[in-house]
């Protein structure tokens, strides 16, 4: 899938938790909760208590949790990976030229400020 990415706006934030490459990130800088709000991608792996890079505007190249449809709108696994938008916030979109076949795949979002 998809190795490329487009950020806008990345910020630097301290990892409140490890934190893996292209996965979510949430507010505080830890893993986001399940459905919840999350701050960006991460550009790369993080241990606690180490500043990472986190793509907060544009799009990012981010882990899928499972099967997702070209160009659907996505939320956030309790790993801080992308999946089909279902009760939780919408983090995300997948690109209409992206999609998702299983679990672990690289595919690039769309970032929706949350």
Do not use: H, Y
């Amino acid at each position: 899938m998809s190795q490329q990415a487009n950020a806008i706006f990345t910020l630097s934030v301290k990892a409140a938790a490890a934190i893996a490459a292209q996965t979510f990130v949430s507010p505080t800088g830890g893993v986001p909760a399940a459905g919840g709000n999350a701050l960006g991608v991460a550009k790369t792996d993080a241990a606690a208590g180490d500043m990472v890079a986190v793509d907060t505007l544009g799009t990012a190249v981010v882990i899928a949790g499972a099967a997702i449809a070209a160009g659907a709108a996505i939320e956030v696994d309790g790993a801080g990976r992308a999946i089909t938008q279902n009760a939780g916030k919408t983090v995300g979109r997948l690109k209409s030229s992206q999609s998702a076949g299983a679990l672990g795949d690289l595919v690039e979002v769309i970032l929706i400020p949350n």
